[in-house]
């Protein structure tokens, strides 16, 4: 299987992808930004892509909804990534001696509170792999990436400290996506976008539409609608498959009342791996 992901080898996304579709034989192919993932698994280019769509420390990430609505792509699977960020520098280097940390945003923003402690310059990069093979083909002892274990193995780096994130609870939700709209056998996870009509009372209509029919919202996301300032668009997660009578007829009382509905896919609710 060709599998499409985020950044450098050895990131967090490569490693999710590995998780999920163990024991299976994978080709990952790495892209450097989200939109480049999603344009190789609409073009065919790839079989599928695994992307993170949610931290419990930063909460969902914008791009990865916008692209799941705005490309001809579908949720197939998910998993949940315990994440463990460490501060990697070259042999050789000391933790005092480290005066700034390059990292994707994501991982910088869940290391906040390390990084103020230890007054260190940060800088923003493209992943958190890419990061620690910037650092080891740098040269620089006072430098230092934030990434995790497959990184410093891959870059051969060495840890300075372990476990650097603000909460021990660091979980990402990751999404496995594809061109084609599959839904498992087992799928008990459903994921629908709309907007809404601007007029009072709207989102509360919306949401009527799963408490009558007694369905379990999981979750719900609220994105701004670019070129529309003030109006936004709504990801809901709710329990059920697509095609079971009661989340049918929710999806199409939903059509009735939003100007824009999307089924984003229905898929097994992930497991956690650590």
Same mark, same amino acid.
């Given at each position: 299987?060709?599998?499409?992901?985020?950044?450098?080898?050895?990131?967090?996304?490569? @490693?999710?992808?590995?998780?999920?579709?163990?024991?299976?034989?994978?080709?990952?192919?790495? %892209?450097?930004?989200?939109?480049?993932?999603?344009? +190789?698994?609409?073009?065919?280019?790839?079989?599928?892509?695994?992307?993170?769509?949610?931290?419990? @420390?930063?909460?969902?990430?914008?791009?990865?909804?916008?692209?799941?609505? *705005?490309?001809?792509?579908?949720?197939?699977? *998910?998993?949940?990534?315990?994440?463990?960020?460490?501060?990697?520098?070259?042999?050789?280097?000391?933790?005092?001696?480290?005066?700034?940390?390059?990292?994707?945003?994501?991982?910088?923003?869940?290391?906040?509170?390390?990084?103020?402690? +230890?007054? @260190?310059?940060?800088?923003?990069? %493209?992943?958190?792999?890419?990061?620690?093979?910037?650092?080891?083909?740098?040269?620089?002892?006072?430098?230092?990436?934030? +990434?995790?274990?497959? +990184?410093?193995?891959?870059?051969?780096?060495?840890?300075?400290?372990?476990n650097i994130e603000s909460d021990g609870k660091n979980f990402t939700r990751f999404l496995v996506v594809s061109r084609d709209s599959v839904v498992p056998g087992d799928a008990d996870k459903t994921t629908v976008v709309f907007s809404l009509r601007n007029q009072?009372?709207?989102?509360?209509?919306?949401?009527?539409?799963?408490?009558?029919?007694?369905?379990?919202?999981?979750?719900?996301?609220?994105?701004?609608?670019?070129?529309?300032?003030?109006?936004?668009?709504?990801?809901?997660?709710?329990?059920?498959?697509?095609? *079971?009578?009661?989340?049918?007829?929710?999806?199409?009382?939903?059509?009735?009342?939003?100007?824009?509905?999307?089924?984003?896919?229905?898929?097994?609710?992930?497991?956690?791996?650590?």
């Amino acid at each position: 299987m060709k599998i499409a992901f985020q950044g450098e080898k050895g990131a967090y996304s490569e @490693l999710a992808a590995r998780r999920y579709f163990s024991p299976k034989k994978l080709d990952l192919i790495p %892209y450097k930004t989200f939109a480049d993932v999603f344009h +190789a698994i609409a073009r065919r280019k790839v079989d599928c892509g695994v992307v993170p769509v949610e931290n419990t @420390l930063n909460g969902g990430i914008r791009e990865v909804f916008n692209l799941l609505d *705005e490309e001809a792509v579908y949720v197939t699977g *998910e998993i949940k990534l315990r994440i463990s960020h460490m501060l990697l520098g070259l042999p050789g280097a000391r933790l005092a001696g480290i005066r700034k940390v390059y990292s994707h945003p994501q991982a910088l923003l869940q290391c906040r509170k390390f990084i103020r402690s +230890a007054r @260190l310059v940060q800088a923003e990069y %493209y992943d958190t792999a890419g990061a620690a093979k910037f650092v080891a083909e740098s040269g620089d002892p006072t430098i230092a990436a934030i +990434a995790g274990q497959s +990184a410093a193995d891959d870059y051969g780096l060495v840890i300075l400290k372990k476990n650097i994130e603000s909460d021990g609870k660091n979980f990402t939700r990751f999404l496995v996506v594809s061109r084609d709209s599959v839904v498992p056998g087992d799928a008990d996870k459903t994921t629908v976008v709309f907007s809404l009509r601007n007029q009072p009372g709207a989102l509360h209509k919306i949401l009527s539409v799963f408490a009558i029919r007694d369905i379990d919202l999981l979750s719900i996301d609220s994105i701004p609608i670019v070129g529309k300032p003030w109006e936004y668009k709504f990801f809901v997660d709710f329990r059920g498959r697509v095609f *079971e009578e009661t989340q049918a007829r929710a999806i199409e009382h939903l059509r009735e009342l939003c100007p824009h509905v999307k089924v984003v896919g229905s898929y097994r609710e992930g497991r956690t791996a650590f």
